[in-house]
């Protein structure tokens, strides 16, 4: 079992790409196509369910980024303890892992009590979609102990040496809901509402076989009883990676919910349109993200044991395919958006609006393959300012401004517009700070003659 992560130092990076980023990917595109399904559910409802899963996602998203902060945060402290061979110190990690996600399942649990309403008002559920809003996102609140579990365990699986479970436990969850919907949705009469139980179960699932797999001790590294007191050292090492990625999909959710907040002056038809945009970028982007997640332990392990060159190559081709990827998927959206979109309604006004906000704002996604490895590298090497600041590049400190600037001068096209301009500066900045920190640790993009001689 110890050799199955003393290989991220030794065999071939393009075989451990594959072995770690593929499981990574696969698990990705099935979680991308329930998010897809899901919404097809829904859009039978009619396009102001579709406008008020649009205004709930931003809920899920504040979930997600607790879950995938804790996660990514633990999978970063394991990867580079286990290549310094801390075996002890990654056990520790798991154990926080499970603490941290049932406290902040319990109070986003309670707090739903209490704020989920006025909240929901607040991120643009108008009077016409508030009742579908609060049936779907009440169910996920209170339960959200079940996404904090899946999402954080997911990370540590990878991170210790097991992407094939991983994918496995991601493909069955998604599975499973897309499976539960219609049964929840139509069968049982419980339209919206439905989608969210059949959610939660699916998810709750996945968590189950997760903590399943540690306490067992089939695991790499072991779930112990001792290690789930607090241990506010061991947090905050989690955090100081973790919570770029928090606050990148924090930024993300801020972003969405500005967002849906000018477009609600507009009425339901662009919010749902904006919606059905966010779940086919997702089908496009989400891939990538598994697969530069399976970038993490490798280029961590390798940092641990100061193996530059294999890090540079991992890097590198890190890059490379995930530019091809979203590249081409973008393509085959963007010349024909009316075919994709009609999956989710047959709705005239809202499929010619869609259709046309789409082509503008999917003319620079091809550039955010570079951002995603370039965040992920920064985690891996356990650089936390570099990580923070590109969470917060994109979505906060470049297209909320030019969101709101934009949308002033020019409407909803200025909407529409303020996306690929975002996504191309931050794509400028992104490749200067990634090289910039390449060419300190001395691992040059360009490598020079007396660099390869040295490795």
Do not use: C
């Not at 139980?197 to 590294?221: D, E, M, P, Q």
């Amino acid at each position: 079992m110890q050799h199955q992560y003393e290989a991220m130092g030794t065999e071939s990076i393009s075989k451990l790409l594959f072995r770690y980023s593929l499981p990574g990917t696969v698990g990705m595109v099935v979680a991308a196509t329930y998010n897809v399904v899901d919404t097809i559910f829904i859009g039978r409802l009619g396009s102001e369910a579709i406008a008020a899963l649009s205004v709930a996602f931003p809920i899920q998203m504040i979930l997600g980024a607790i879950g995938v902060g804790v996660g990514v945060g633990s999978a970063s402290l394991i990867s580079r303890s286990l290549g310094a061979g801390k075996i002890n110190d990654a056990e520790k990690a798991v154990g926080q892992v499970v603490v941290l996600a049932l406290f902040f399942g319990l109070v986003i649990a309670v707090a739903s009590f209490y704020y989920l309403r006025p909240l929901l008002v607040l991120i643009g559920a108008a009077p016409d979609i508030i009742g579908y809003t609060e049936e779907y996102a009440s169910i996920i609140t209170i339960w959200s102990v079940m996404f904090f579990m899946i999402m954080s365990l997911n990370n540590v699986v990878r991170a210790e040496g097991s992407p094939i479970l991983s994918m496995k436990i991601m493909i069955f969850s998604s599975l499973l809901n897309i499976v539960l919907d219609p049964i929840f949705i139509f069968l049982l009469g419980m339209g919206i509402r439905g989608a969210a139980v059949a959610t939660v179960l699916a998810k709750g699932a996945g968590a189950l076989i997760l903590l399943g797999h540690f306490f067992s001790g089939r695991s790499n590294i072991k779930l112990k009883g001792a290690n789930l007191k607090p241990d506010f050292g061991i947090i905050k090492n989690i955090y100081k990676i973790g919570f770029s990625s928090m606050v990148r999909l924090f930024s993300k959710n801020l972003s969405l919910t500005v967002t849906n907040v000018i477009l609600a002056g507009f009425g339901h038809i662009p919010i749902a349109a904006m919606g059905l945009f966010f779940r086919l970028q997702m089908l496009i982007v989400m891939p990538v993200i598994g697969f530069s997640q399976g970038l993490l332990p490798v280029i961590g392990y390798n940092y641990g044991a100061e193996q530059n060159s294999r890090i540079r190559e991992a890097v590198i081709k890190g890059f490379t395919i995930s530019t091809a990827f979203i590249t081409l998927l973008a393509l085959v959206v963007y010349i024909s958006p009316a075919t994709f979109l009609g999956f989710f309604t047959a709705e005239e006004e809202l499929l010619a609006m869609g259709t046309y906000s789409m082509r503008i704002m999917m003319v620079m996604l091809p550039l955010i393959g570079i951002q995603v490895v370039s965040t992920i590298f920064f985690q891996a090497i356990g650089k936390a300012v570099p990580s923070l600041i590109l969470s917060l590049l994109r979505e906060v400190m470049l297209f909320i401004p030019l969101l709101l600037i934009l949308s002033g001068y020019a409407g909803l096209l200025g909407v529409w517009a303020a996306r690929p301009l975002s996504d191309f500066l931050a794509f400028i900045i992104t490749f200067a700070m990634v090289s910039r920190e390449l060419k300190k640790q001395n691992i040059p993009l360009r490598p020079s003659l007396h660099y390869e001689e040295a490795v």
